[in-house]
């Protein structure tokens, strides 16, 4: 069976491509920093905060739920966001450790 070209890539690249990639839209980190600032969980409708309309901002919704950095319960005809903080704080501790790898203090470009 043929690898997909993610799977050519050591574990740990391919998760932080997944955690920089839930990153990579402005959309999402506004989220993330809406929530962040409430210092709770919000129920009701995000898309309220953005300039975008509300199925652009669910499906930004979507991609940080899938990599768990927010939770959504519903709660009859609403639902209700909240950061993970513990997902936050591995993300970041991966990233963390990423950069310092690279080892870049002798680095030289010339």
Known sequence: MAQSKAELFKKEF???????KALAHPARLQILKFLAESNSCITGDISEELPL???TVNQHIKELKQIGLIQ?????VTTKYCI??????EIQQ???LFFDNLNIQNYKCD
């Open 94 to 96: 991966a990233l963390q």
């Open 72 to 76: 959504g319960n519903i709660e009859g």
């Open 84 to 89: 993970n903080p513990s997902k936050i704080d």
């Open 53 to 55: 309309g509300r199925t």
């Open 14 to 20: 391919t998760e932080n491509a997944l955690y920089f």
